[in-house]
Every structure is written in C-alpha cells, then in structure tokens.
C-alpha cells in the first residue's frame, strides 16, 4: 500500500491531513445529501456516477450510510484562469472527516468538480485518511475530441465516454460530425446528407448528447470540417463542384488520396456551394447550445491559397452571422489571425520522418513528397496565430493524438494483438506521453487557451477499441489540463495503478500497460 492520503486524478493542488487523525472505510452504503436545494441536479449525477462503484446509493436501505455532502461554499483561493466562455472556474474544497466526505464550491460546478474527486476516492481505495483537498484548474478549455465521422459512436456509448470526460474534469467534449467517410448530423431541410445505411445522430438525439454533457459541466463542441474532408457531403451532392486546383495540385490530391482518403474540396465561391454550407451551419449554430462551432479547416488538399482562404473567411462569418464563435484548425491561420479567435494548433513536423512514418501502410515516396508540401507552411502556423494577438488549444499529434499505438513491449500478452491492430502512430511510452509538458512550445500561458487530446476513429472497430486507445492516455492528459504541467511519473503512476479497477467497475477496457502496477481487485 502507497502511503498517498487519495489516488484522485487530476492529482489535487492541495492535500492536507487532518489535526485529527483517522480514516473513513470507503465501502457503501453511499447518500448524496445535499444541503442547498439549488444542488440536487448535481446530486442526481452524482448518484449516477456513484453507481458503478458503490452500494445502495440513495437507497432507503436500513443502517448508517456514510454521506457525501454537497454544499455551496467558499472557493479555495487558488489562482484560476482567465476565461474564454465556457463553464465558470471549478475551484473547490473536499474534506474527508468521520461522517464522510463534504464537497465545497462556490458555483454548482466547483461542487461537482469536487463531487467526482470523492467518487474517484471511493472507487480506488479501502480507507481514506481524513484530509483536506483543494484544488482549481489551470486552464480554461480542457477537451476530447471523438471521430464518430470515421467509426460511429453509438448516444449510450457517448454517454459513457462523457461520464469518463467529467469523471476526469473535462469540460469540453469536441464532436468530429463529418469527414470523406460519414456525416453524422442530421440537417433539417438536407435529407440527402443522412439518407444512407450509416447511422448519425437526430437533431434530438444532439441536443440530448449536449443535455446529458451539460449535466456534468462539459460543454459539447461540433465540428462540420470544411473546405476539405468533405468526401461524405460532396458523395451526397455530387453536382457541386471542386475547389480549383493550384498546378499540381490535382496531381498531389490523387496521390494523397490513395492513401489518405483525401478528397477534392469544396469551392465556396460557388453560389449554389455557399447555400448549402451556409444552411448547414445555420442549423448547427442554431442546435448547439455553447457558445462554438468548429469549422476544420484542416488538410485543404489540392486547393489555392486564395480560394482556401476566401472560403475560411466565409466560414468564419457565417458562424458569427449565427451568434457563436468560430474555431479551426492550425490551417485557418493562413486566412488571417486575429485576438479573438480560438485556433486548435496540431502538426507535428516529425509525422513526416521517413525514418519512422505513421503505421498506415508502407507509404510511398512520392506520397510523402506531397505530404511533405503539403504541410510545408505549418511551421509557420503557431507565429501567425500568437502575431494575431490569438489564443491556441494545444492538441499536439505528437503526445495529445490518441490513436497513437501503444508499445508491443509493454503490452500484457491477451492485449498483443489489440496492440497490433489500433492507432497510427509509431509507439510512445505512457511514461513519455504523460510527461509531456505544455511550457514546452513557447507558447506564452496566457495565450493558451487549454489543452484538447483527439482520438481519430481511423483504426477502430467497436467501443472496446476506442476505450482501449483511451485508457489510460486520457488519465493523464486531464492531469495536465487541469493543473497545468505534468506530474512526477512515480507519483502518476502509483495513482492510475488504482484506476484500474475504476475503469472495470465501468465496463470500460484500458490498456494494462507493464508500465503501472496496476492494483485490480
Ligand atoms: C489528421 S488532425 C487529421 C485527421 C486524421 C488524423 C489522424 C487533423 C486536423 N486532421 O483527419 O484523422 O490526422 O491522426
């Protein structure tokens, strides 16, 4: 046994011990209590994500249950970001003492964050020492990003995946609704883009997406990835036409395509083009309830500058013309920058060492030298958007990419073949991936907006494999975004040992990497 007070992740700001020594057994029965009435939506989500791991939660069952208490307070003050709109700061207080565990904060968020500290307390250990935590965020936009466009992920499974989000202290979940391979939102009014065999999800079944993340304090953010990557709509559409070609560029485009599933952009400076995307951003700005709309802007293959950029400009415009504020991808930058814009920074220069390319296959070298002029002006990105006067979300593909594979040496035998067959990256230790650090990129803090980590859906073939890629990466990026750095691997390590038996508890599959001592029951 560690002789840490808690295995919470994100690892607390705060831990003190009690002046009065003891412990509190952790085994249920469990009550929510509240003590303000304002608090009882946040007890039911409380409840449920107790669920899992306790017994009799809220029952009427005879006995003593020992209480979680939640309560408007004040908030720690720790130093808390400066904030872009999302959720308010989530800083809170926990205190463990002989009647249970007291969760403070000064909004009904702070309450929950500290709600699912003491959920993570009663799923990883027997006994918790008495102590006090407190603890506030570092940064502002703390994501996931999912791909339902390339392998559909089911409203339940959604769910799941949101409740493991907020039960790590994410707030922003980032929806990758489009791509070559699928289109997954419904569009009043467009019956031609959902009217295939593949599943999407209803404009209902959206806004409950976004109901249930609201719940747990996660803001839902679509994106509909324009000009490129738009191989589903333009199948949908096909009398709308391309986006003209620099010289070369078609060539470029066939051989990426081969490879990658590029497809030929969309050209919105074709009228009938900009009323449909104009359409289609109209319903979404309209169904979304937070404040962004992402426009991709990634991967433009094949097209001029000048058209890319126009269309960009458009983009931008129409999702302002709808009352939200847009955000893209690195690429955007090329359109122009400017201090009120949001720009999610990816790249990763070494993707291109032929040395070590990603697993897709043996990729030929003249695709690599469209790659490679392909991505050529991304060094140039990260100035452009910190000239602009703009913030970044920092996604980076080297450490921030989920379907990354993971290393066949550190794998338990019954997972070597999961371990064959996901992600697209070259191997990284989990020690290697959880140390990443984002002070690292010169990125003044106060131009960081947050930290998003993206699991493409390229590789997947079920639920389990999405989980696996997720478990147990998404742990310890969480640590990061919420307290700003990484954290001492001994310590880290010695934490997601216990989490483990949580993610089982859940039903959810994680990689049991050799790296941790995992502690199952
Ligand atoms: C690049 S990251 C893409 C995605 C792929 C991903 C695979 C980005 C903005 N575009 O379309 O799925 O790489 O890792």
């Known amino acids: 046994m560690s002789h840490a007070a808690n295995f919470v992740i994100p690892a607390p700001a705060v831990c003190s011990t009690a002046a009065r020594p003891g412990a509190l057994a952790t085994e249920g029965p469990w009550k929510v209590h509240v003590a303000a009435a304002e608090l009882k939506p946040v007890a039911e989500v409380v409840r449920a994500l107790l669920e899992a791991h306790s017994r009799a939660v809220g029952s009427g069952e005879a006995g003593a249950p020992r209480r979680i208490t939640l309560q408007i307070g004040p908030a720690p003050s720790l130093p808390s970001p400066c904030g872009i709109p999302l959720c308010g700061d989530g800083s809170h207080r926990v205190v463990v003492g002989p009647d249970g565990i007291n969760c403070e904060g000064d909004t009904a968020e702070g309450v929950f964050r500290a709600a699912v500290s003491a959920v993570q307390m009663i799923a990883t250990a027997d006994e918790l020492p008495y102590q006090e935590l407190e603890d506030a965020p570092r940064y502002t936009w703390r994501g996931l990003m999912l791909d339902p466009a390339r392998s559909f992920i089911s409203v339940d499974d959604l769910r799941r995946l ?29 019956p031609e883009l959902t009217s295939g065999e593949a599943p999407f999800y209803t404009i209902d079944e959206y806004r409950e997406i976004q109901a249930y993340a609201a719940a747990r304090f996660v803001t839902v953010i679509p994106e509909i990835d324009f000009p490129g990557h738009c191989g589903a709509l333009r199948a949908a559409m096909p009398h709308l036409p391309a986006a003209p070609s620099p010289d070369g560029g078609a060539k470029s485009l066939e051989l990426l395509s081969g490879v990658l599933q590029f497809s030929a952009p969309l050209d919105l ?81 070494a993707t291109l060492n032929r040395d ?87 990125v003044p803090q106060d131009r960081i907006a947050g930290i998003e980590a993206t699991l493409w859906g390229e590789t997947l073939t079920s639920f389990d494999d999405l989980a696996f890629l997720l478990l147990p990466r998404i742990a310890s990026i969480a640590d990061t975004a919420w307290s700003g750095r990484p954290s001492a691997w001994q310590d880290h390590r010695e934490r997601l040992a216990r989490h483990g038996r949580f993610w089982t508890k859940r039903g959810l599959t994680y990689f049991a990497s050799t790296e941790v001592p995992w502690a199952e029951e």
């Not at 493991?164 to 994410?170: E, G, I, M, R």
């Not at 452009?384 to 006067?389: A, Q, S, T, V």
Request: glycine letters at 8%; proline letters at 9%.
């Open 162 to 190: 949101i409740d493991v989000a907020a039960l790590y202290k994410l707030n922003v979940l980032h929806l990758h609704l489009s791509d070559n391979q699928g289109w997954r939102l419904e569009i009043p009014g467009l």
């Open 356 to 442: 070590a390319p990603p697993t897709v296959g043996g990729i030929p070298d003249e695709v690599l030298d469209a790659l490679a002029a392909l991505f050529a002006p991304t060094a140039e990105d990260l100035a452009r958007i910190l000239d602009g006067g703009g913030r970044v979300v920092l996604s980076n593909q080297s450490h921030l990419y989920l379907d990354r594979r993971y290393g066949p040496a550190t794998a338990p035998p019954q997972q070597a073949d999961a371990v064959a067959r996901l992600g697209l990256y070259p191997p990284r230790p989990l020690e290697d991936m959880a140390a990443w650090d984002p002070a690292d990129y010169g």
């Open 269 to 349: 400076s074709d009228p009938a083009t900009d009323d449909i995307v104009r359409r289609i951003l109209a319903h979404v700005c309209t169904a979304t309830t937070g404040p962004f709309v992402h426009i991709g802007a990634d991967e433009a293959a094949g097209m001029t500058h000048e058209s890319y950029a126009a269309a960009v400009h458009r983009l931008r415009d129409l999702v302002h013309a709808s009352g939200k504020r847009p955000i893209a991808w690195q690429e955007a930058s090329r359109a122009g920058s400017s201090p009120e814009d949001i720009t999610q920074h990816w790249f990763d220069p």
